[in-house]
Each structure stands twice: as C-alpha cells, then as structure tokens.
C-alpha cells in the first residue's frame, strides 16, 4: 500500500455509529498496512537495544507523524465531523518506570530516523506502570491495562516462539513485533512468557516488588528470560547463516546493554557457545567482548543490579557455573597486570556471595558509557575509577537526547510552525538547523509570547478535566515532573513554595507575579518517604490553594497519573523547568532537554545534563543555584551540619517545622515524622539530610524569586526561553544515536 492509496481508503472509511475504539483499529490496522509495505530492509550489521523497559507512550499520533500522515488525517477525519483529538482516550503503554525506558523510546524513534538498523528487545508486560490515583493525598496505585482497548501496533510472531530454561521450569518466550517508522522500518520485539501460571508471571508486571525473597526471584527470571530470548534468536540466526563458525558474529551483531538488567545476555551468549556449540571458553569471552557494549545510569550503589550466588545457583546454575569461571579469569587476569587486592576487591565480579552486574559489564564490553559528561567524569574518577585506571580506553560519554518529532513536533504545532515560518522547514529532518533561529530571536518574541500563553491554556484546561482544578490564565507555570525520589528533591521545592507563601502572606515577598507550581511523579509502591513527599505537597496544595489572601498569586498542583502523552502537554506548557537534583547525582535527565526545546529557562543545580544546557543556551538565560559536585564533596568530608541551618535561618525552620507542628497531616501515619528525622537525625543507613536539601534551599528561593521577578521583563524573558529552543539541537536523540553508532556500534544506513 503507498500513501495516495492510504490516504484513499481513509476517505472511504466509513465512520458512521463507530466507536472511538472502532474507529482507532481500523486506522490503526491501515496505516501499519502502509508502513510495513516497502521500507523495510535488511541491514548485514545491526544494533540490538536491549532493554528492560520501552517507555513508549501513544502510538497512534506519534506513527501517523513518522508516516507523515498525521495533517491529512487530522484533515480527512475532521471532514467527516471527527476531532482527531478524541483518540487521546488511547491508553499509553508506560512499559517503563521514567528516563531510562523512555531513553530506549527516543533512541528507537531516532534510529529509525535516521535509516539505521537498530532494533529494539524487551518484555511485553500485562501490566505497565501502575496508574496513580490520589486519594486523601496519598498515592494510590491501581493496575494498567493497557491492552484493554486492544494492541494493533503489535504483531505476534507465532512461527518464532523460543524457550528459556530455568532449573525448576520451562517457559515460551512468544515475540510481539512493534514496527519503528521512519527513513526504515526497525522492530522493537517485545517478548510474552507462556506456558504455566507460574511462566506466565514473568511477564505480567513491570517490576514488581522486589523487597521480597519471591520478588527478587521474579526480578532474576524476567532479566534473564529476555535476555537469553534474544541472544538465543541472534545465535539461531548466525547458525543459519555460518554454520557452527562463530568468529564473525561480532561483525553482524552489536549489542548494546541498557544498563545493568541484561547483563545475564553476556554470560548466556558464553553459554550457548561454550556448552551447544564447543566454541572454547577463551574464545567465546572474546567473541562476548566485541559484541556487547553497556551504559550505566546511574551512580547510586542501591540501584546497581547484584545477584545472591545462592539464588543464582538454585534457579541457573549453567548461568552460576560460568559466573564462576569470569570470576576466576578476571582475578587471574587482574593480578598478573600487578594489581593490588584493593583494587582487585573494586572490581570484582564476585564479592561476598554476590555478583556484580555493574562489575562484570565493565569487565567485559568493550566499551562502557555514561550519559551525560558530568556523569561519565564520575564514572572514570569514582564509580569505576580502578577500571577506568587499567582500560582506560572502554570509557566513552553519550550525552542523552530526545527525540524531536514527539517532543515538539507532536506536542507543540503552534512553536514548530513558527520555526517554519522563521528558517523553513530544513531543520525537521536535519535538527541541527534549528540553531538558524538564533538571529531571529529578537523579531518572534511577541510570537512566541502568544503561542506560550496558548500552551499555558491548554494545558490549563487538560488539568481543570483531569484534576479538577482551575488555573487563572497568566500564570507563570514552574514545573517539577520526573519520578519521586529523594535525590530530586522534590521534597526541596515544597519548602521553597512554603517559603514563598510565608512571604507574601507577611509581606517580606513584594511585586510577585501570579504562579503556579506543577507537580507530576510517580513513587515506587514500597518507597515511604517518596509516598510522604506526595502527601506533604498535596497538603501544602490545598492549604495554598484555598487561601483567598494569596491564591491570585500562588497556586500548587500535583497532577495525578503523571505519564507521557501528560508530559507532552506540561513540557509544551511550561516557562520554568525545575531541575534541582543534589549535584552529582542525577546521571543526566532528559525531562530537562524537553524542557528547553519547547523554550522553558532551567532553575537548575549544576548537575547531570543541566551543565551541558547552561553551556550551549547561555547560564544568563537559566537559573543555575547550589552546591557544585565539589562543594558536596568538601561537605561529605569536614561534615555538614543541617541543625545549623535550621537554627540560623528563620524561614527554614518554618517551612521544615511544618512537617510536625500540627500545620497539616499526614493521616496518622507518622510519615511527616520520619521526612523530618532523615533531615535532622538522619537513619542508621545515612547521616542528617544526605541529600544536602536545607544547604541550597535559600539559594533556590532566590533563584525562584529572581525569576519571577524577570519575568515582569516578559520580552526579555521571552528572549532567554526562545535563546533555548534555538541551542537545543544538540539534545536531539538523532545526534545522540549518530554518536553510538559511529563510535560503539559502527552501523550503517
Ligand atoms: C533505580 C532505583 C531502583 C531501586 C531504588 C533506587 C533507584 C534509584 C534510581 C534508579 C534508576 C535506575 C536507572 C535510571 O532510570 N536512570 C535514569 O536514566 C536516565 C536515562 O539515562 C537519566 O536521564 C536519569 O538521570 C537517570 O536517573
């Protein structure tokens, strides 16, 4: 099918007395007719994603845009007497937690941009992301079916099942094929597990709790349940192709791990080739070693994948066994290179009766990346500093991107016409030409201003339907969007908005301009201070909202169910994108580069990608505040004494006190209690704030009222957001995967 002859069936589509649904398979099944026809190719060398989530969102909008059908639809339906809009009731598949599944999203969309070959393998859960309600101002969390409407983006691959063994059980790995448009059509395999109840388990939900000796079973079944599916396929097909010669497969496949949950694919690639086909053990590290490539994305110790040796012996113990053998091979090798047991004991891939993931990548890929360059510093000096000192040469950066056509094509027509209209259209399928708008800045400003004020009422009105609540129009819109953690300080913005309100409702903060304060996060079910912070500011919220003296000034939204096609409308709608993780923690964010392309100034710590924005759009067109990664640092060592600050500084006391003064409740659960004592006691695991929030709280008020207080300048503020949008291309996810497949994967169009 081409496209003048979608385009025909469309228009002969009858819509009468359909449903939405109806109506959503039948445009869906044509036009995965029209893109499945013709562009697909095969490549001789591929990139493999490999990667425990895909963070996708809506297809339908996003695919008719790669297939560059999207206005004549939007133009054919509303012929017919059909807002397009109404297929916004289209669940998302949130087949992902936050940045890392929606990274894999954007690189997929890029890579198919661009005409490259990569392709994407993960899990195909039952259930995705949780969907969060707010009850009482607590989380709450209700199950999502996303495949309630059903899934015509997907293809089941019945002839191409395969099976994963595990010691007590047997289960079918059956692919979903998701076609990726674009200059070529790539695949993302999603793999479903069949078989007994208990098999089918480990597809059913995106991470489930894993605080639990079962949990941690589960968690161990899935990361090696698709990761031995698709080594297996690419093995399979290598044997097709070569007979039992593996020496080449390095040079048709790149694997790429995301991070430390496929890191099983390494030692099951060494299995399958060791114990099916007698390839020697030297010989198939080797071969490992050229194919496999691993990103890391994060620095915090909890979250780097290890595995009990026990459990791993009970469920794999092919798997155990060969750990075994790496093990042994990396000490031998470590100690004739003369290094110390210090050193040794760093990088090991076993330690007191755990693997490391982390370890073992870094052992044996050959090349290991951060993803941003503050990030990929830390890695070299402290992370992996004894690797970094013996391979100096595995370690690269890729700074992470996004991809432009979602994030602001698709979700902001009103600026990506008038970027048209200013430099023409080159810069939609070369991005680096958005830079052309740099001269212009002054001239479009009043433009841009209109078109900021109709994101700002849009989104107005998505969150009056959605969360009940009116925003007057004129607003300044501040918004902190991003999973609840306590490294992103979320916790931070609530007593600088308590801090403000004091204020203005004592008259200390003058000449304020009306704002609204954006909250969307999602907490991990079992995390109960993340849970007490959404609490906390639900609470502030309703306090705030309901004080007549101030709510002309002052408002506070914590939106419920935060998730993708919610960020397309907040990153559209947004002038000042909050950013204030502790330095040196955030690896990169991505939400930030959203941000700055649909032209928001960053009020941001010196962290992550933050450092590269301020860089390429100016720190005078952004609000950079706190401690540096050094001067956090220096605190960690001469000691940081956070009682200090609260005795000194009135305005804190206040805005912290207000967890245990009887100002608002946290339902009787105590959690306001303990949000308190990690700042001010600490925990047996950490000392008193560890997350430095009272050390930059005043610097970030200030921040936040500087802004405020330029933004009455609206044209010269216009002037910093548009200065953004102008340097943004280089957060582009195209320059990102143009990068890895230059550099790491040396695949071709
Ligand atoms: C996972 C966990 C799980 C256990 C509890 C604590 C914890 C903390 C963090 C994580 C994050 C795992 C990896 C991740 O999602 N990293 C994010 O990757 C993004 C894409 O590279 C990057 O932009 C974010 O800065 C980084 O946090």
Redesign the pocket.
Known sequence: MDRTEFINQLKKLNTNEKTTVELYHEISSLAMNYGLSGLKKPAARNAYYLSIEFLIGRSFFNNLLELGVLEETRQILSDKGIDINVFEEIEDAALG????GR?AACFLDSAAGLGLPLQGYGIRYKYGLFKQAVRNGFQVELPDDWQRFGDPWSQRKEGEKRTVKFADMTVTAVPYDMPVFGKRVNTLRLWQAEGSAEAEKISEYLYPADDTEEGKILRLRQEYFFSAASVGELVEKHLKKYGKSFGNFSEENAIQLN?THPVLAIVELIRILTAEYRVGFADACEIAQKTFSYTN??V?P??LECWNAELLEKILPEIYAILLKLHLKQKDELTKLHCTQEEISEMAIYASGNFSMANLAVYIVHTVNG?AKLHTDILKNSLFRTAYKYYPKKFQNKT?GITQRRWLMLCNRELSELIDRTIGKNWRTDISALSGLNPHIESIADEFIRIKTEKKRQLFEYIAQHEGTVIPNGFIVYSQVKRL?EYKRQLMTAFAILEIYKGLKDGTVRNFQPSVFLFGAKS?PSYKRAKAVIKFINEIADKINSDEQTNGLLRVIFVQNYNVSYAEKIVAGTDVSLQVSTAGL?????GNMKFMMNGAVTCGTMD?ANIEIVELSGRENNYIFGAEVDEIERLKEEGYNPLELLKTNELHRYAVSALIDGTFTDGGTGCFKELYEALTVGATWHKPDHYFVLHDLQSYVAALLKINADYTQRKAFAVKQLKNTANSAYFSSDRTIKEYSDCIWKIME
């Open positions: 937690n936050g940045g890392l990274l991070d994305h994060t915090l909890e979250a993803v992470n953690h991990a955030e690896a990169s964010g991505t992550g």
